[in-house]
């Protein structure tokens, strides 16, 4: 269990740039969420999967903010088009249900995007 | 809608003392999830402590535990012998109903332990 992974680490554009993050659960994960972090604030839910379904995606900033997860295993979440208010940290978690129906959230690191 | 207030931007406590970190939600369910989340300066959010709505015994982990008042709508996070290694932002959430495991933060409360 080497815990969710997120790539890049930190990552700097010009604003009207597309960028791409990536996210790697845990593997027999198969829920995968991904939010928003701005200073200051607490995480901001933007949508999320169950396998490769995107169960929620009304919370996604907007139509220039998208996530994909085609094998049910990684994610990617693309802004397009970047604003400086896009300036924020992206974070990804993963879970899953144990037999006794519980279930717990595992956090990424995060990454922090920086548009100039 | 669901909300979750923190209203305590900063907190200070003295090694070894007990501090209390305060919280708020709002919601029209009457099952819910509750938590409390730390996030230290690698950014990492760990999960500190869990709330079953439906449950009327204080979650308890160790040195933290809660005070939940349903009535009161009211969640907050006791740390008790407080350690260096508590320092960090502290973050109260709501489980959103219907979208799996998803959470609603509050602000978050920094707190500093001093030697």
């Known amino acids: 269990d080497t815990g969710v992974s997120q790539n890049p680490r930190h990552k700097i554009t010009k604003r009207g740039q597309n960028v791409t993050f990536r996210c790697d659960p845990i593997s027999e994960h198969n829920r995968l969420y991904w939010y928003r972090q701005t200073l200051g604030q607490g995480p901001e839910f933007l949508t999320y999967f169950q396998n490769e379904a995107q169960l929620e995606k009304s919370r996604l900033l907007s139509d220039r903010f998208s996530a994909e997860r085609p094998k049910g295993s990684f994610s990617t979440l693309e802004i397009q088009r970047t604003e400086q208010g896009d300036s924020a940290m992206y974070l990804c978690?993963?879970?899953?249900?144990?037999?006794?129906?519980?279930?717990?959230?595992?956090f990424g690191s995060g990454t922090q995007l920086s548009v100039l | 809608a669901q909300t979750v207030t923190q209203s305590q931007p900063e907190m200070s406590v003295q090694e070894a003392e007990t501090v209390t970190l305060s919280c708020t939600y709002d919601?029209?369910?009457?099952?819910?999830?509750l938590f409390w989340y730390k996030q230290p300066p690698s950014r990492q959010m760990i999960l500190v402590i869990r709330?079953?709505?439906?449950?009327?015994q204080n979650a308890t982990e160790n040195r933290f535990s809660v005070n939940f008042q349903k009535a009161a709508k009211s969640f907050s996070l006791k740390i008790s012998d407080s350690q260096l290694g508590d320092a960090a932002m502290y973050f109260c959430?709501?489980?959103?109903?219907?979208?799996?495991?998803?959470?609603?933060f509050g602000k978050g409360t920094s707190l500093l332990v001093t030697p």
């Open positions: 959430a709501y489980r959103y109903p219907n979208s799996g495991y998803a959470l609603n």
């Open positions: 919601t029209s369910e009457s099952d819910y999830y």
């Open positions: 978690a993963s879970s899953s249900r144990d037999r006794g129906h519980n279930e717990k959230l595992f």
């Open positions: 709330q079953e709505a439906y449950k009327q």
